[in-house]
């Protein structure tokens, strides 16, 4: 586990060396390349990165740029002061980018099991993705993946944690985005930045959601912004509830004994499901394509993707109501959590799940906008 206490101490320049040393150990060309082009590319960001003052006083910047440059300051005295996060210089400048994104992530999973392929790692441990700061790199890998027989999933990502090794910029690919939207994006990578867990990708990035979800009601009061944002989080509400049933689902298929041929015709058949039941269920939403797009690639790895990041946070909501809601105590209990050896810790986060499920059936009943609709039923019918 890497404390934030132990971070701090760390020189920022020391990172890049430690990845230079362990690339000049390696003896894969596969794998040499890919440090090749996460070091090289990181150190572009970092590069380029121009503190927050100066851009907003330079001319050429726009009164647009400058609001939400101003924003960003806003939701980081926040983090630092309201959720007690080791805030520091992270997002203190700002870098434009040459393209839309930084990165691209590559997930894969195999053809019959929800569970992602792992990679592992110098300083963070394993995790269930391949991030390259090319698109065609990322895409190559994709191929690569899919003649394996796996199912892919390959995404921009707009923002990154570097877990507090730098002091992270705000990125051209996120600092135009919506107040509520870009709160929760900076409350999710300082979370990084306070509580990281070596190899646990499932445990860090619930976390990290957790700490976004809880955070945001209370700073939506603090600056007035309602309506739509929580029409928004009731909508991911839904979706997610919709992947959870197609998961299921899957799950029973792929563990039954059945010939692949059939496996596969069921799988077909229960993710076809899954895009008409979304379309039944977002038909009245004022934006009903918003996630079409996610819902139309929907397979094992997208499937895995929000198992990652969901999964958990339930346990670690639980978590802080048994902190007293107070961040530090639900930081340290964290912490203390993810010192526990691996089976501890999913059976104690398992046992927070059940805790505030049962505590929380409200939740599960949560009305969205549009008809009443039951993911369940709906991805019952016809099987």
Same mark, same amino acid.
């Given at each position: 586990?890497?404390?934030?206490?132990?971070?701090?101490?760390?020189?920022?320049?020391?990172?890049?060396?430690?990845?230079?040393?362990?690339?000049?150990?390696?003896?894969?060309?596969?794998?040499?390349?890919?440090?090749?082009?996460?070091?090289?590319?990181?150190?572009?960001?970092?590069?380029?990165?121009?503190?927050?003052?100066?851009?907003?006083?330079?001319?050429?910047?726009?009164?647009?740029?400058?609001?939400?440059?101003?924003?960003?300051?806003?939701?980081?005295?926040?983090?630092?002061?309201?959720?007690?996060?080791?805030?520091?210089?992270?997002?203190?400048?700002?870098?434009?980018?040459?393209?839309?994104?930084?990165?691209?992530?590559?997930?894969?999973?195999?053809?019959?099991?929800?569970?992602?392929?792992?990679?592992?790692?110098?300083?963070?441990?394993?995790?269930?993705?391949?991030?390259?700061?090319?698109?065609?790199?990322?895409?190559?890998?994709?191929?690569?993946?899919?003649?394996?027989?796996?199912?892919?999933?390959?995404?921009?990502?707009?923002?990154?944690?570097?877990?507090?090794?730098?002091?992270?910029?705000?990125?051209?690919?996120?600092?135009?985005?919506?107040?509520?939207?870009?709160?929760?994006?900076?409350?999710?990578?300082?979370?990084?930045?306070?509580?990281?867990?070596?190899?646990?990708?499932?445990?860090?990035?619930?976390?990290?959601?957790?700490?976004?979800?809880?955070?945001?009601?209370?700073?939506?009061?603090?600056?007035?912004?309602?309506?739509? #944002?929580?029409?928004?989080?009731?909508?991911?509400?839904?979706?997610?509830?919709?992947?959870?049933?197609?998961?299921?689902?899957?799950?029973?298929?792929?563990?039954?004994?059945?010939?692949?041929?059939?496996?596969?015709?069921?799988?077909?058949?229960?993710?076809?499901?899954?895009?008409?039941?979304?379309?039944?269920?977002?038909?009245?939403?004022?934006?009903?394509?918003?996630?079409?797009?996610?819902?139309?690639?929907?397979?094992?790895?997208?499937? #895995?993707?929000?198992?990652?990041?969901?999964?958990?946070?339930?346990?670690?909501?639980?978590?802080?109501?048994?902190?007293?809601?107070?961040?530090?105590?639900?930081?340290? #209990?964290?912490?203390?959590?993810?010192?526990?050896?691996?089976?501890?810790?999913?059976?104690?986060?398992?046992?927070?799940?059940?805790?505030?499920?049962?505590?929380?059936?409200?939740?599960?009943?949560?009305?969205?906008?549009?008809?009443?609709?039951?993911?369940?039923?709906?991805?019952?019918?016809?099987?």
């Amino acid at each position: 586990m890497y404390s934030s206490e132990r971070r701090a101490m760390v020189v920022r320049g020391a990172g890049i060396l430690v990845l230079g040393a362990a690339l000049a150990l390696l003896s894969a060309c596969e794998t040499a390349g890919y440090y090749t082009q996460a070091v090289s590319g990181q150190l572009r960001i970092l590069a380029a990165r121009e503190p927050i003052d100066r851009v907003a006083a330079a001319p050429a910047s726009t009164d647009g740029l400058r609001d939400q440059l101003q924003l960003v300051q806003s939701i980081r005295a926040y983090a630092g002061g309201e959720l007690q996060m080791p805030v520091g210089d992270a997002y203190g400048t700002y870098v434009k980018l040459d393209g839309k994104y930084p990165i691209w992530n590559v997930l894969a999973a195999p053809e019959f099991e929800l569970e992602p392929k792992r990679w592992c790692y110098p300083l963070i441990g394993c995790a269930s993705y391949r991030g390259y700061f090319s698109k065609a790199a990322a895409q190559s890998k994709g191929e690569e993946l899919l003649a394996e027989g796996y199912d892919i999933y390959l995404g921009p990502v707009p923002a990154y944690s570097t877990l507090g090794w730098f002091d992270d910029p705000v990125l051209s690919s996120f600092v135009n985005w919506s107040p509520e939207r870009l709160a929760g994006l900076l409350f999710h990578e300082l979370a990084h930045r306070r509580v990281y867990i070596s190899g646990d990708t499932r445990f860090n990035e619930s976390f990290a959601t957790a700490v976004s979800q809880l955070a945001l009601p209370a700073w939506r009061r603090r600056y007035g912004y309602d309506g739509a #944002a929580a029409d928004r989080a009731a909508q991911a509400l839904a979706i997610n509830r919709l992947m959870l049933a197609t998961r299921e689902q899957l799950e029973a298929i792929y563990e039954a004994e059945l010939p692949d041929s059939t496996k596969r015709a069921r799988k077909a058949a229960t993710l076809q499901r899954l895009r008409s039941c979304y379309r039944q269920m977002a038909a009245d939403w004022p934006n009903p394509e918003r996630y079409s797009h996610y819902i139309d690639k929907t397979n094992n790895a997208t499937l #895995a993707l929000v198992a990652e990041y969901q999964s958990q946070v339930p346990a670690f909501k639980q978590l802080f109501r048994d902190s007293g809601e107070s961040w530090p105590a639900f930081y340290e #209990a964290t912490e203390r959590l993810g010192e526990l050896d691996e089976e501890k810790r999913k059976a104690r986060l398992k046992q927070l799940s059940a805790r505030y499920r049962e505590a929380d059936t409200q939740v599960a009943n949560a009305q969205v906008p549009g008809p009443s609709f039951s993911s369940d039923t709906c991805m019952s019918v016809g099987m």
